[in-house]
């Protein structure tokens, strides 16, 4: 009986399966930059100047390279950077550097200079292609941009892993800012690209991560994993996987989630909705973007094709208002879809689901 490993929220749980219902694991086999690649990409950054990293999203390629940051700091004899990163994972950042290194809250961008340095790991995303440094500060920061955005989506289904034209409404965004950025491309193997620069160049290295793409033969059942924590803390970052994975699954058949969603929905859109406070006529042709009308504009989009189904902590009463199907753990919903689709049904499993894009054959 096969054994695969699944992340999890913080942690990783076991799927248990028969050899006969295992179709497929789909998984990335991509090429990673050794530890002095990685080095020597790094002297982009100009450590003599006094430096200020803003940690975007916590993932294990961040804290690699935020370890090296330091770690070229002290070779170099100057002083490490200061960290900033949201309250929400400033816990997380703190616990894999030095003990006596202190980890600020990041606040805003207005009052900072050029010494700002961003750092975050780069998914794909259904509005914008993918999600980059500019794209993070946008949602962030320029939320009256964001209808623009919204505005320029192609259709009503999601499109990750191409160029579109709501990438340049992030990059005319970010360019306003005398900032600096560290891009990383990681997939669970590793780092497999990172660029030091503006990040509204910086993006360029979705070149790199388009060729995440896989082409599969579409799936009656697919159990998607986000890949990493930082992908699965809210509703919102966990139907990213589902984005990049749903056109491989036939008409009628079954996506299975595992997002823990410890830290809620993560979407004001989905909660207005949940509460009866939006509709989703209204997702058309907003006038005013509400965060994540995307997301729930895709999925309903979606479950018109497929029935959708979650593993999470996130209340009953929210899963089945997105008409959704909640599972209590990874053994359940085996048990589910063979009682559903019978005992010799074929399951696949995508291990990294928030940085591989499927598409059918």
Same mark, same amino acid.
């Given at each position: 009986m096969p054994e695969i490993w699944l992340n999890y929220g913080g942690t990783d749980v076991v799927l248990d399966i028969k050899a006969e219902n295992l179709e497929q694991k789909i998984e990335l086999d991509h090429p990673t930059l050794d530890d002095a690649q990685i080095f020597e990409r790094l002297d982009a950054l100009e450590l003599n100047k006094p430096q200020t990293l803003v940690v975007l999203n916590h993932t294990p390629a961040i804290q690699k390279t935020l370890s090296m940051i330091f770690e070229k700091s002290t070779q170099k004899a100057t002083p490490r950077p200061k960290v900033f990163a949201d309250k929400q994972i400033m816990n997380l950042v703190r616990s894999n550097l030095p003990s006596e290194s202190q980890v600020f809250a990041f606040e805003g961008i207005e009052n900072f200079d #050029?010494?700002?340095?961003?750092?975050?790991?780069?998914?794909?995303?259904?509005?914008?292609?993918? /999600? &980059?440094?500019?794209?993070? !500060?946008?949602? @962030?920061?320029? @939320?009256?941009?964001?209808?623009?955005?919204?505005? @320029?989506? +192609?259709?009503?289904? $999601?499109?990750?892993?191409?160029? !579109?034209?709501?990438?340049?409404?992030?990059?005319?965004?970010?360019?306003?800012?005398?900032?600096?950025?560290?891009? *990383?491309?990681? %997939? +669970?193997?590793? *780092?497999?690209? *990172?660029?030091?620069? %503006?990040?509204?160049?910086? #993006?360029?290295?979705?070149? &790199?991560?388009?060729?995440? &793409?896989?082409?599969?033969?579409? %799936?009656?059942?697919?159990?998607?994993?986000?890949?990493? /924590?930082?992908?699965?803390?809210?509703?919102?970052?966990? !139907?990213?996987?589902?984005?990049?994975?749903?056109?491989?699954?036939? /008409?009628?058949?079954?996506?299975?989630?595992?997002?823990?969603?410890?830290?809620?929905?993560?979407?004001?859109?989905?909660? +207005?909705?949940?509460?009866?406070?939006?509709?989703?006529?209204?997702? +058309?042709? $907003?006038?005013?973007?509400?965060?994540?009308?995307?997301?729930?504009?895709y999925l309903s989009e979606i479950e018109k094709k497929i029935q959708v189904g979650i593993v999470s902590v996130l209340p009953e009463f929210y899963i089945k208002k997105l008409n959704m199907k909640i599972f209590d753990g990874v053994k359940e919903t085996l048990e589910y879809i063979l009682k559903q689709q019978g005992s010799r049904q074929k399951i696949s499993i995508v291990p990294d689901g928030a940085r591989i894009l499927l598409a059918p054959n």
């Open positions: #050029s010494s700002l340095v961003f750092l975050g790991e780069m998914e794909f995303d259904g509005l914008f292609g993918y /999600d &980059t440094i500019s794209t993070k !500060l946008l949602r @962030k920061f320029g @939320k009256d941009q964001m209808l623009s955005a919204y505005e @320029k989506r +192609q259709g009503n289904l $999601p499109n990750p892993g191409k160029d !579109l034209p709501s990438m340049e409404v992030a990059k005319i965004f970010a360019s306003s800012f005398e900032i600096s950025a560290i891009e *990383i491309v990681a %997939h +669970q193997k590793g *780092i497999a690209d *990172i660029m030091i620069g %503006h990040p509204s160049s910086t #993006s360029s290295i979705s070149k &790199t991560m388009s060729s995440f &793409t896989k082409q599969v033969e579409k %799936h009656r059942s697919l159990l998607v994993s986000t890949g990493k /924590d930082a992908s699965n803390d809210t509703l919102g970052k966990s !139907l990213g996987s589902l984005w990049n994975c749903y056109s491989a699954i036939r /008409d009628e058949g079954l996506a299975i989630l595992l997002g823990e969603c410890r830290a809620g929905i993560g979407s004001e859109a989905i909660r +207005q909705y949940v509460e009866g406070r939006m509709s989703i006529e209204r997702l +058309q042709k $907003p006038a005013k973007y509400v965060d994540g009308m995307e997301d729930l504009l």
